[in-house]
């Protein structure tokens, strides 16, 4: 298929060159309702290196310099020093008729303060400028239910989501709403992809220090929305969601479903059989059902039906839908006889002079 998917829910990622099996949920709504859903948010990871952190831009002023990173020091005045210093795996740099400076742990905007501090013990009346030439690179482990876990070199200015994109994301196995990063033994955070891809919340995003563990758990609770929604997908659950929380990720009620009624499969484990069906409006009560891992929720579309519609067509000017009213007659919708004439009457009366 164009999208890489194969006949039985197996396909081929496109940014990653493996194939990505559906998970045991994406099988068993496939088998209820005869398609295959797609996991919400995972298209956000078929093109991953649009997402790599920009190496080429100004370090931010709060970046903490470390080894690795390269500065570019120009000194005029009663001395010219134009040098590229790296900083060495003890945090330092050596000044030229300077001597060693510790820069590991200064921000990029006091590096000029600390070298003209530094320079000034040995010369007076000269101009300084520094800059970041050049970053370092740091590296981190993805580990648990990754698409493809292991050891990734990142930019030292990459985050938890660039880590994230650079391993192809969550499996379809892999949480979406409950990503670790563990730092020194703890966690630092736990980020929920849903509320950056939703709403674009950034706030548990941390950037990234060599040997950053990000550890994807195994996907929790998951639910089928399907029928009349764009957003027809396999939503991952938080405890207490309900109908309106997984709506509202795919834009809400949509216009063209009914809110009179709309399909819930559950499955209850301890009734014989386990599976069954429900009916519920997506009114206030409705929507604040609370779903249940396993659920299948079918939304069904409005009717074609007008309530109150007559409808005018073949040879007139306008044929329309028009709006009914008790006592109505047929004068009110042919209310001339220039009614009767279709638009491209007069255009075909000039077409017959055009070829006298």
């Known amino acids: 298929n164009v999208d890489g998917r194969l006949g039985d829910g197996t396909f081929i990622d496109r940014a990653t060159p493996v194939v990505v099996a559906p998970s045991q949920f994406q099988a068993f709504v496939q088998q209820a309702t005869g398609q295959w859903l797609p996991i919400y948010g995972a298209n956000l990871f078929e093109q991953p290196q649009t ?16 080894p690795g990173d390269v500065i570019q020091l120009h000194v005029w005045g009663v001395t010219d020093i134009a040098v590229m210093l790296p900083i060495d795996r003890n945090g330092q740099v050596q000044v030229p008729r300077v001597g060693a400076l510790t820069l590991a742990g200064v921000r990029v905007e006091q590096l000029e303060g600390v070298l003209r501090s530094h320079v000034g013990r040995v010369f007076t009346h000269f101009e300084l400028a520094a800059t970041l030439a050049q970053l370092r690179t740091i590296q981190v482990y993805v580990v648990g239910q990754a698409r493809q876990p292991g050891t990734y070199t ?17 499996s379809a196995h892999g949480s979406m709403r409950a990503i670790e990063l563990r ?76 809110s009179q009624v709309a399909l819930l499969e559950r499955i209850e484990p301890q009734a014989q059989p386990a599976r069954q069906v429900a009916q519920l409006a997506l009114d206030a009560a409705g929507l604040r059902t609370e779903l249940r891992d396993g659920d299948i929720l079918t939304l069904l579309p409005i009717s074609p039906e007008f309530a109150n519609a007559v409808t005018l067509q073949g040879a007139v000017a306008a044929p329309l839908r028009h709006p009914w009213t008790p006592g109505m007659r047929l004068s009110q919708l042919i209310p001339h006889p220039d009614a009767l004439i279709t638009a491209n009457f007069f255009q075909r009366q000039n077409q017959l002079v055009q070829l006298l």
């Open 51 to 66: 997402f790599a952190p920009v190496t080429h831009i100004a370090a931010p002023g709060n970046y903490m310099l470390g």
């Open 154 to 170: 990142l930019s030292s200015l990459s985050t938890l989501v660039n880590a994230l994109f650079a391993s192809g994301g969550p």
């Open 183 to 258: 730092r020194g033994g703890r966690t630092l955070t736990t980020l929920d992809l849903y509320r950056f891809i939703a709403r674009g919340d950034q706030s548990q995003d941390l950037p990234l220090q060599p040997g950053d563990v990000i550890v994807i758990p195994p996907v929790g609770p998951q639910v089928a929305v399907t029928g009349a929604f764009d957003q027809a997908a396999l939503y991952e659950l938080e405890p207490g969601e309900t109908i309106a929380d997984v709506l509202a990720l795919g834009g809400g009620v949509p216009v063209l479903a009914t």
